[in-house]
């Protein structure tokens, strides 16, 4: 079981959500949603995200550079960018893409 420590902060998030308008179950799946996005990419930061070459050069990673150009013309085209990519900014732009959408889910229940 969790400890009333561990749960404080789920406790403050829910009632954040709820005091956005949020019903109780729409506050839960919010919570859940930005949940599953950090964990999910705290865990890509440590294992390596998809499609990017390994830092250390280990053969057993995957590098979109090395595609079929012909086979996989769209992973090919994003390749440049999968090298290039700052995860700070990227992990920021899809909190904000979930935070608009979660502005607007609270927006259309206050509508209701």
Do not use: N, W
């Not at 109780?24 to 919570?31: D, G, K, N, R």
């Not at 086979?71 to 979930?98: K, N, S, Y």
């Amino acid at each position: 079981m969790k400890s009333p420590e561990a749960l404080a902060p789920v406790e403050q998030m829910l009632d954040i959500l709820r005091g956005a308008g949020f019903t109780p179950e729409q506050a839960l799946q919010s919570f859940r949603t930005l949940s599953s996005y950090a964990y999910g990419y705290a865990l890509a930061e440590i294992v390596g995200f998809a499609l990017e070459p390994s830092a250390d050069g280990a053969a057993a990673r995957f590098d979109v550079r090395t595609v079929d150009p012909e086979r996989f013309p769209r992973m090919r085209e994003v390749a440049p960018h999968v090298v290039a990519c700052d995860h700070d900014t990227e992990f920021e732009l899809g909190l904000d893409i979930i935070l608009a959408g979660l502005a607007a889910a609270a927006s259309e229940s206050r509508l209701r």
